[in-house]
């Protein structure tokens, strides 16, 4: 068994397509989310995340329908996020055989739901996504993925309240690294890890097993990435991958 989880981050537009953005912007059509999952499900992957993008900020529910098909077809733990604001829709989602529910809008204004699921399905089923984006002065800053712009609120003190309020693991995106393969922010992922004991998920800028390890030297419980597992070549043709399980054992064992 592996010591650190490597997990597919699929992006979903508002019709279900699978899409790939750069600094959460200019998303690209890149297939079917089915079947991407199809092909993961032959690579021995740990888990599986999807991601409606276009949910939160289109003020809809989470897409039942779609999510039942990705958890029928998924034979690794699924978490999905997108659209979740209520204890009601949760519970809809996980009864559909979804292991995790990712949260990010929602949490903004209101932590207090984190609670609220966390008594009804457990910690380690309630993850909170935070986006983290650079000002024009290169500070971080906590970033609304929903209208596309930097908050106000400290984005380690926002982590902090979030793990304080029971989320089992925290996703850390880079999102000026988001699809551009240039590596992850290390940076941010070591001030993140020294803040919480919570499992932290870095996202980001993934573009060789290199980067993968780097991210966990730094301090991340587990590494997700998009580009790195559905392109291929300096073209980025699409080709969904996923390293051998013996290419990452031997990652994790070598000092």
């Known amino acids: 068994?592996?010591?650190?989880?490597?997990?597919?981050?699929?992006?979903?537009?508002?019709?279900?397509?699978?899409?790939?953005?750069?600094?959460?912007?200019?998303?690209?059509?890149?297939?079917?989310?089915?079947?991407?999952?199809?092909?993961?499900?032959?690579?021995?992957?740990?888990?599986?995340?999807?991601?409606?993008?276009?949910?939160?900020?289109?003020?809809?529910?989470?897409?039942?329908?779609?999510?039942?098909?990705?958890?029928g077809e998924c034979f690794m733990p699924l978490c999905y996020g997108g659209g979740i604001r209520t204890i009601d829709q949760a519970y809809k989602i996980f009864k559909l055989?979804?292991?995790?529910?990712?949260?990010?809008?929602?949490?903004?204004?209101?932590?207090?739901?984190?609670?609220?699921?966390?008594?009804?399905f457990g910690s380690s089923a309630i993850v909170v996504s935070v986006d983290v984006k650079k000002d024009w002065l290169q500070r971080p800053k906590l970033f609304k993925s929903s209208n596309h712009q930097n908050s106000s609120s400290n984005w380690l003190t926002f982590i902090r309240d979030a793990v304080d309020a029971g989320a089992g693991e925290i996703l850390l995106n880079a999102v000026d690294?988001?699809?551009?393969?240039?590596?992850?922010?290390?940076?941010?992922?070591?001030?993140a890890s020294k803040e919480i004991s919570a499992p932290l998920i870095a996202l980001g800028g993934i573009a060789s097993l290199k980067d993968i390890k780097q991210a966990v030297e730094a301090?991340?419980?587990?590494?997700?990435?998009?580009?790195?597992?559905?392109?291929?070549?300096?073209?980025?043709?699409?080709?969904?991958?996923?390293?051998?399980?013996?290419?990452?054992?031997?990652?994790?064992?070598?000092?």
């Not at 999952?37 to 779609?66: C, G, H, W």
């Not at 529910?101 to 008594?119: M, S």
């Open 1 to 71: 068994m592996l010591k650190h989880r490597v997990i597919p981050a699929l992006l979903l537009n508002q019709h279900g397509g699978l899409v790939k953005t750069t600094k959460f912007t200019n998303p690209k059509y890149i297939g079917d989310p089915l079947n991407a999952i199809r092909i993961f499900n032959t690579k021995e992957v740990d888990e599986l995340m999807v991601l409606d993008i276009e949910a939160s900020k289109l003020q809809r529910e989470p897409n039942y329908a779609l999510i039942e098909q990705f958890a």
């Open 97 to 120: 055989g979804v292991e995790k529910i990712c949260l990010q809008t929602a949490v903004l204004e209101n932590l207090q739901l984190v609670r609220d699921l966390v008594d009804r």
């Open 177 to 191: 690294k988001d699809g551009t393969l240039l590596g992850p922010d290390l940076v941010i992922i070591e001030q």
């Open 219 to 255: 301090g991340a419980s587990a590494v997700a990435a998009g580009a790195f597992f559905v392109f291929h070549g300096p073209h980025r043709a699409v080709l969904i991958t996923y390293p051998q399980y013996q290419e990452l054992l031997t990652l994790f064992n070598t000092k």
